[in-house]
């Protein structure tokens, strides 16, 4: 059985092994309305927000701007910030923030001066012209990729941090629910913006309507500056003072990493390794989605609508179902539903190539993805936080996560070249296939809870 070897430091992942108490429908559902589950709802919104902009939406910019599908896969690898954030994690959860963390403690301290830096980011990509340059976007997409996964470590942590495990889904649930709602309006909400603001005919690019966009998008972070600044930091475990510079390396860079490995020992490979590829199905198709949707002729409004509205509506459904699921019948048995129903939705994107330009069919094939992956994603999330030690949350969860995007988005960087070599409908039947290896780590990584 994989447990952590001391129980007081670090959360079971034994989700399974349940307490003798089963909640009713009513408290699991009550769970949803306390104080920390609603700040987590405005924080994921914060933290929603800067991904689209530097992942979807960026990707439909960059098709109607005339770039090429194979350089829109390798500018995805923007991306690949979130998935090296282990890398600062620990300063981010050990470091002090001159006057600002006096002021506002250690966790507020980071997100403030992350939201800011995405601010300044976003701005920088409105006034770019992927059309005349596409190096002034990539450069400004990276610094908003670095400050929101330096937000994500400083987030992350704060949620662990504001609920015991128990209530780790809930809390995941509603992260998601304010982060799919902020990709609504990252997505849909662009898209919206450009289209209302173009003023010449709406089949040519208009690169001035995609600055009021992302200009409107970087006032829009005033959510999480505005959460953080009127939220309570969350009681930390107190840290020990280090008697020389080595000890503070030690405690910062080191020991989160040696904590991990010492109390899953051989496991440790079996729950990278499904952390690893969880969402690879998802992951690799999402860069040609919105590129796909250009090269079948749907409008801004059409995408706007289905895709970033009602699509992340139905992931938000998923999401709160998920996190209900998770109370009700477990995480492992949740995670695998999750990872089943992501894998398989991505063969309707297959036959979807075979409708043309059909609203409906769309409408039908983003239902069943969207809610798919907000199963998945709410089971996943609160995996990777029943795998950590508070001690060291901040730190620990952003390997975790890393090593959920890695090799994902790397390998998500040559599906430009893969759909220029074999055409969409292939391209889709291979990205589900991706998805089988993933059910048979979750089998194993279930048997090891027994």
Known sequence: MMRPTDSNAATTIGD?????????????FRVYLEPASLRMFALGFSAGLPLLLVFGTLSFWLREAGVDRAKIGFISWV?????FKWCWAPLVDRLPIPLLTRALGRRRSWLIVAQLGVVIGIVGMAFSDPKQSVSGVVWFALMVAFFS????????????????????????????????????????????????????NPQNYDVNAWKIAYLVMAASMIVGLATVAFSR?????PMVRPKSAMDWLRATLIDPFVDFFTRYKWHAALILALIATYRISDIVMGIMANPFYVDMGYTKDEVAAISKLYGVIMTLVGAFVGGVLSIKIGMMRTLMLGAILSATSNLLFAWLTTRGHDVTALTLVISIDNLSSGIASTAFIAYM???????YSATQYALLSSMMLLFPKWLAGFSGVAVNAV??????????????????????ASRQLK
């Open 16 to 28: 399974d092994n349940a307490p003798a108490h089963k909640p009713g429908w009513r408290e699991a």
């Open 79 to 83: 991306t690949l910030m979130y998935a």
């Open 149 to 200: 996964a330096t937000q994500d470590i400083a987030l992350d942590a704060y949620r662990i941090e504001s609920g015991d495990k128990e209530r780790q889904s809930a809390l995941s649930a509603t992260y998601q629910m304010g982060y799919r709602i902020a990709m609504i309006w990252a997505g849909a909400g662009v898209l919206w913006i450009a289209a209302r603001a173009e003023v010449a």
């Open 233 to 237: 930091e969350p009681i930390q475990k």
């Open 385 to 391: 936080s029943s795998l950590t030690n508070i001690s």
């Open 423 to 444: 055409g969409y409908p292939s391209f889709f039947v291979g990205t589900a296939l991706l998805g089988v290896p993933v059910l048979l780590l979750i089998w194993l």
